[in-house]
């Protein structure tokens, strides 16, 4: 197994930096936009961007909850081991509010589908987008495709890209792994 830095602490900083500022662009105040983390990877990211606009671009207070997707998927009664979910955490309305769903890689496709279902259970949004951090291009199996991207990456279906952030794995930095 051989691993590879894709992306090191100091740049996974100027990529969040840079999602932050098209954000600002796109939703200016933030009044009727949410974030809305996929549990489990996208809270790291969800937050780090919450924390980024309010602090170091002064935008008032942004709503932000997580989504729970594990009785969502299409493939969760597939396996012989038991499920552990997540907790959804989102205490308010989405209806007619823009949502920004967050993740952390996008692969399949099939985790942002699975969200696309579970929100319905909080409202109708006005309008849905996608922000992750790392975009898998030749692995979608379905047709998904994200609003904001950190960084695209050509990995073949023997790589995996592996995000760890300093919250819960001690470092910033993104790696891909060859089996």
């Excluded at 002064?58 to 009785?71: N, R, S, V, W």
């Excluded at 849905?128 to 998904?144: K, M, T």
């Excluded at 495709?145 to 993104?174: C, F, H, L, M, T």
Aim: proline share 3%.
């Amino acid at each position: 197994m051989s691993q590879k830095v894709l992306l090191n602490s100091k740049e996974v900083t100027i990529i969040l930096h840079r999602l932050a500022c098209q954000l600002i662009e796109k939703h200016l105040d933030f009044s009727d936009t949410i974030l809305v983390g996929i549990q489990p990877r996208g809270v790291y990211l969800a937050e780090r961007l919450k924390e980024l606009l309010e602090k170091e671009y002064k935008t008032p207070e942004i709503a932000l909850g997580y989504l729970d997707i594990t009785f969502f998927r299409d493939d969760f009664r597939r396996t012989d081991k038991p499920l552990e979910a997540n907790k959804t955490q989102i205490n308010f309305i989405v209806e007619d509010k823009k949502v920004i769903f967050i993740d952390d890689v996008l692969f399949t496709g099939r985790s942002i589908r699975s969200a696309l279902t579970a929100i319905q259970s909080f409202g109708r949004p006005a309008e849905i987008e996608l922000l992750v951090l790392i975009d898998r291009r030749f692995s979608r199996h379905l047709p998904i495709q994200p609003d904001y991207r950190g960084r695209q990456v050509d990995a073949i279906n023997n790589e995996k890209v592996i995000v760890s952030w300093k919250e819960n794995d001690g470092e910033d930095v993104v790696y891909l792994v060859t089996n």
